[in-house]
């Protein structure tokens, strides 16, 4: 390995301690069209003090994931139909709703993409996180209106004091979502859940949010779910990748395994499809050609196949499964099998 | 691609485009801008959003009226012609628009939506005429001539801006400025849209103002770049150029600001993170319009506006300092 990456591999090793588990996830709404198949099976394990990117196409399950860990999907039309999610060691989707709501916004924080929808446009921005604080940590008024002032400074909010006093529509999209960071972290949850935290905001201003979350995870060990598109800010933040196809995990890795030795064509693919600043740019892009496939009636086999180059007689009929391709590193492809080495080279 | 020799073919002159916004205020949304496009070529258009790209693009098409100044399309002002020469000129000159959902009326068969453009000029005589150009479209885009009954929302993301971008070339135009043309498609599908406007550009001949905010895109499909800060361009220079050897305090930070999909670059750790947000156009600071964010600012950059300077040859930068090392920042930042 080039770089030192000690900070990111810090989590791993013996004492990596497991905080968030989900296993044979399924996640399914009912449309009138039918059963639309969002989650399709997902396992992914959250260690304490690490931060996993997922990714991958808008529609292939991301946001229903991170949604059903928190309890924050709408039952009906959406229902889990199989599977567990284990936080801290406790079942998730055995608790009430009550018991949800003493999780969410104390142990487990999140962030949306669009903070204006999530933060309380008739709420001062202090009172809002002081209230959080207030039921969640027993803080008094003034002690939760202290630790307000020390968040919004954290997250470079200057001017904090006056700050508190004002409503969201008075900050700027960065700043709004510097606030939902504020107040996500404000009671230092234990696992931080980010869906696409930047993609509404300029590069100068996500620069300074990733600047942020980098900090967190040193300072505090928290534990960082993190969504995106964007595989330069996987590169840059994560310690492990989570590449999501048609509601299954498709590939999953270190940050380093994913980005030199990737093991799935789709992973492959979306690699070869950006271009790079330092690239040459005679070389044209290479692009997955067609789309993903319909959730309401996924394929049989390989849910990749009608995109694949590597396509097989066997992967259109038999889902390969996840193949285990390094203590880290497993992908769903048939290519893995041991017996399908050659083609792979 | 172009050659630095092609003709010019848009030329703009000290463009200004105000708004109106109440109690008497107005927003200077672009901000005595000038540039110009050779014929043939792609001008990248970058910088943060409410900068000013879109007004630009849409001032040049003269969808929006400008302010002041002028510009030129094969030597003529288009602000000068008469309603019948412009409708003559709008045929070489059209827009692929950011949003594929928004843009394409949704009661409308794709036939209908490529034949709409066909009929304003009178470029099918009669129905079979319209059908074989939709079709003979379609197929150019990667379509399937089947596709033409169908309506917007049957189709993905990348399906439907290939729409789009049959729609714009329906016409025959010269010049399309693309705005963002990519940005709301997953990046397996912007390659394919990216892919096919470079292959349109060389069978066609077409020049295109191609405006994103994701660098490394902009960068793959310009020549040139320009970069805009609230209102004012601030840096033009090839493409190569301008990635290598920024001048401006802001070009830089926007580039070095850039996550790398490279775990192991060196570049990621040494960031320039700059500070604060972009300030409001209705009240824009006096003299430089960066200097409230710049690493750089000194007294001069607070009185007087720096001039877009050509600083060697084909590169332009605004700014008194422009080239200057800036200093390296760490740890979390504030903004202003
Ligand atoms: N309320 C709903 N009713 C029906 N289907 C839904 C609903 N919400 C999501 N889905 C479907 O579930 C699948 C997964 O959606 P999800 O929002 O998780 O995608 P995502 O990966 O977050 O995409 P994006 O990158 O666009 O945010 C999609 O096929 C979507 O159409
Ligand atoms: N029709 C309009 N009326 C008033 N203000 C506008 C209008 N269109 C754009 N603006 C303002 O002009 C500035 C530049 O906008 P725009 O050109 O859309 O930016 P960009 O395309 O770079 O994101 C912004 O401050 C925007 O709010
Ligand atoms: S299983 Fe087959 S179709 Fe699927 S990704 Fe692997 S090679 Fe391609
Ligand atoms: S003119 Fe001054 S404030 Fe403006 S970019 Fe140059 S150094 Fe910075
Ligand atoms: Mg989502
Ligand atoms: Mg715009």
């Given at each position: 390995?080039?770089?030192?990456?000690?900070?990111?591999?810090?989590?791993?090793?013996?004492?990596?301690?497991?905080?968030?588990?989900?296993?044979?996830?399924?996640?399914?709404?009912?449309?009138?069209?039918?059963?639309?198949?969002?989650?399709r099976g997902v396992n992914m394990v959250i260690n304490k003090g690490e931060v996993v990117g997922i990714v991958g196409e808008s529609g292939c399950g991301k946001s229903v994931t991170a949604q059903t860990l928190m309890r924050l999907i709408p039952s009906p039309p959406s229902r889990v139909k199989k599977g567990s999610i284990r936080f801290a060691g406790e079942d998730v989707l055995k608790k009430s709703e009550k018991e949800m709501q003493q999780l969410r916004g104390?142990?487990?924080?999140?962030?949306?993409?669009?903070?204006?929808?999530?933060?309380?446009?008739t709420m001062t921005v202090g009172r809002q996180i002081t209230e959080n604080l207030i039921r969640h940590r027993n803080m008094s008024m003034k002690e939760a209106h202290k630790r307000g002032v020390e968040m919004l400074n954290l997250v470079g909010i200057p001017l904090a004091e006056t700050r508190m006093k004002q409503y969201p529509h008075e900050f700027s999209g960065g700043m709004r979502q510097r606030v939902m960071i504020a107040i996500a972290l404000a009671c230092d949850p234990e696992l931080l859940i980010a869906?696409?935290?930047?993609?509404?905001?300029?590069?100068?201003?996500?620069?300074?949010?990733?600047?942020?979350?980098?900090?967190?995870?040193?300072?505090?060990?928290?534990?960082?779910?993190?969504?995106?598109?964007?595989?330069?800010i996987v590169a840059d933040v994560c310690d492990k990748v989570i590449v999501m196809y048609a509601g299954q995990v498709a590939e999953t890795g270190t940050v380093h395994e994913i980005f030199t030795n990737p093991k799935h064509p789709y992973t492959q693919g979306l690699l070869e499809s950006i271009p790079r600043l330092d690239d040459d740019k005679s070389q044209p892009l290479v692009p997955i050609p067609g789309t993903p496939p319909d959730l309401i009636k996924p394929p049989t086999g390989c849910a990749f196949a009608a995109r694949c180059k590597?396509?097989?007689?066997?992967?259109?009929?038999?889902?390969?499964?996840?193949?285990?391709?390094?203590?880290?590193?497993?992908?769903?492809?048939w290519l893995n099998h041991e017996m399908a080495k050659e083609v792979h080279a | 691609m172009s050659s630095s020799q092609n003709?010019?073919?848009?030329?703009?002159?000290?463009?200004?485009?105000?708004?109106?916004?109440?109690?008497?205020?107005?927003?200077?949304?672009?901000?005595?801008?000038?540039?110009?496009?050779?014929?043939?070529?792609?001008?990248?258009?970058?910088?943060?959003?409410?900068?000013?790209?879109?007004?630009?693009?849409?001032?040049?098409?003269?969808?929006?009226?400008?302010?002041?100044?002028?510009?030129?399309?094969?030597?003529?002002?288009?602000?000068?012609?008469?309603a019948s020469e412009m409708k003559a000129i709008r045929r070489d000159m059209q827009m692929i628009f950011q949003d594929p959902y928004a843009s394409l009326n949704p009661r409308l068969t794709v036939n209908d939506i490529i034949g709409e453009a066909l009929d304003i000029h009178n470029l099918a005589k009669n129905r079979a005429e319209r059908k074989a150009r939709v079709a003979e479209l379609l197929q150019l885009v990667g379509?399937?001539?089947?596709?033409?009954?169908?309506?917007?929302?049957?189709?993905?993301?990348?399906?439907?801006?290939?729409?789009?971008?049959?729609?714009?070339?329906?016409?025959?135009?010269?010049?399309i400025v693309c705005d963002e043309p990519i940005s709301a498609l997953d990046v397996s599908i912007q390659a394919q849209v990216v892919n096919l406007l470079k292959e349109l550009q060389r069978k066609m001949g077409l020049t295109y103002l191609f405006i994103a905010h994701d660098l490394s895109m902009v960068k793959y499909i310009s020549d040139r770049v320009a970069v805009m800060y609230l209102g004012k361009l601030v840096e033009l220079a090839e493409s190569e150029t301008l990635y290598e050897e920024p001048l401006h305090p802001y070009t830089r930070a926007l580039l070095s600001a850039v996550p790398i999909p490279d775990p192991d670059s060196e570049t990621q750790k040494r960031r320039i993170v700059i500070k604060g947000d972009l300030p409001s156009a209705i009240d824009p600071p006096s003299g430089c319009p960066f200097?409230?964010?710049?690493?750089?600012?000194?007294?001069?950059?607070?009185?007087?506006?720096?001039?877009?300077?050509?600083?060697?040859?084909?590169?332009?930068?605004?700014?008194?300092?422009?080239?200057?090392?800036?200093?390296?920042?760490?740890?979390?930042?504030?903004?202003?």
């Open positions: 390995m080039k770089s030192d990456n000690k900070l990111r591999n810090s989590s791993k090793g013996q004492n990596a301690q497991p905080l968030l588990e989900v296993e044979d996830l399924h996640v399914s709404f009912d449309v009138r069209g039918g059963e639309v198949q969002a989650v104390g142990r487990m924080g999140m962030i949306f993409q669009d903070p204006m929808t999530s933060l309380n446009p869906d696409e935290p930047t993609t509404a905001l300029d590069v100068t201003i996500q620069a300074q949010i990733l600047e942020v979350m980098k900090e967190l995870r040193s300072r505090l060990n928290t534990s960082i779910m993190l969504i995106t598109h964007d595989l330069g590597y396509t097989m007689d066997i992967c259109t009929r038999v889902d390969p499964g996840l193949f285990e391709c390094s203590s880290t590193q497993s992908a769903r492809c | 003709k010019t073919l848009i030329e703009v002159n000290n463009l200004s485009k105000l708004f109106r916004v109440g109690k008497g205020r107005t927003l200077k949304a672009v901000n005595d801008v000038s540039f110009f496009i050779r014929e043939g070529e792609t001008l990248g258009m970058v910088g943060e959003s409410g900068c000013g790209k879109s007004t630009v693009g849409r001032t040049l098409l003269r969808l929006y009226e400008p302010s002041g100044g002028e510009v030129k399309f094969e030597g003529k002002d288009i602000y000068k012609l008469s379509l399937n001539a089947e596709h033409a009954n169908r309506y917007p929302h049957e189709f993905s993301g990348g399906q439907r801006q290939r729409i789009g971008i049959a729609r714009a070339l329906a016409v025959n135009p010269k010049f200097r409230t964010r710049c690493p750089l600012a000194k007294e001069v950059c607070a009185q007087e506006m720096p001039p877009l300077i050509e600083h060697r040859p084909g590169h332009y930068a605004a700014c008194h300092f422009a080239g200057e090392p800036l200093p390296k920042q760490e740890g979390i930042v504030s903004a202003g």
